[in-house]
């Protein structure tokens, strides 16, 4: 598998790049709208066709270059069914599979952090057929859990947050290896990390919100960042203009 995660220390943000090598088929995760170009170099430096472009959810801190990127190189734009957004896109359902040469994508609908989160489980069948990597987006971080304020609904957020991590994240291996959405300087969430990555395992070990009780994870995230001065107009952006999609 070809795997290359694209860090961003101004706004804490990672995209992700990632394919089958022997076939040439690949993805972009969470892509930014000022750096399209630089995916585009790196698949075609690796002989990558990108097939699927897909977003975890809607950003509200920087604006998606996916429906963009998916325009130029022909692929499939893909965000959760229901998502608030009038583009044209492929919907993604829980445990939809998406195959891309010898590397598989699961995926695992995690809302919380906004209705429409999904976390991406990777397998390479090369290597065997246990995953090796979940994407979690704004779902999970290391050392935090996505704020649950955004789309409003906090208290609401905040509980399904909680399900979505220990129904569907904590139940993966431990030795699985995360590589959330966002790292430290993100507004997203309180208290991440600035490793941007971790694995289940640890994160079960030393993540302080996994250790509370739901009634207390639910009242623990009503302290969160203030929200991105611009979220409103990046939201707008990422929701794209106002027509009607066609799905």
Not at 26 to 32: K, L
Not at 136 to 162: K, M, Y
Request: glycine share 10%; proline share 7%.
């Amino acid at each position: 598998m070809i795997f290359r995660p694209f860090y961003y220390y101004d706004l804490g943000c990672a995209a992700y790049v990632f394919g089958c090598g022997t076939l040439g088929k690949g993805a972009v995760v969470d892509p930014r709208a000022d750096d399209i170009d630089a995916y585009l170099e790196f698949a075609d430096a690796k002989g990558l066709r990108l097939t699927h472009v897909i977003d975890t959810h809607i950003h509200a801190d920087h604006r998606s270059g996916g429906p963009e990127l998916a325009r130029r190189v022909g692929a499939a734009y893909c965000i959760s069914e229901g998502a608030d957004v009038t583009y044209s896109y492929t919907p993604l359902h829980d445990a939809d599979q998406i195959e891309l040469g010898n590397t598989k994508i699961k995926v695992l609908h995690t809302p919380g952090h906004s209705s429409e989160s999904v976390c991406l489980l990777v397998t390479d069948l090369k290597r065997g057929p246990d995953p090796w990597f979940v994407l979690t987006g704004d779902t999970l971080f290391e050392g935090a859990v996505g704020r649950p304020d955004l789309p409003g609904r906090a208290r609401e957020n905040a509980a399904q947050l909680f399900d979505s991590v220990h129904r569907k994240l904590l139940t993966l291996p431990d030795d699985l290896e995360i590589y959330p959405g966002h790292f430290s300087g993100s507004v997203c969430g309180a208290g991440l990390s600035g490793k941007p990555m971790t694995t289940v395992g640890f994160e079960k070990r030393w993540n302080p919100m996994l250790a509370l009780d739901r009634d207390t994870f639910v009242e623990r995230l009503s302290n969160v960042p203030p929200k991105p001065a611009d979220m409103e107009r990046v939201l707008a952006f990422n929701r794209g203009p106002e027509t009607v999609a066609t799905r």
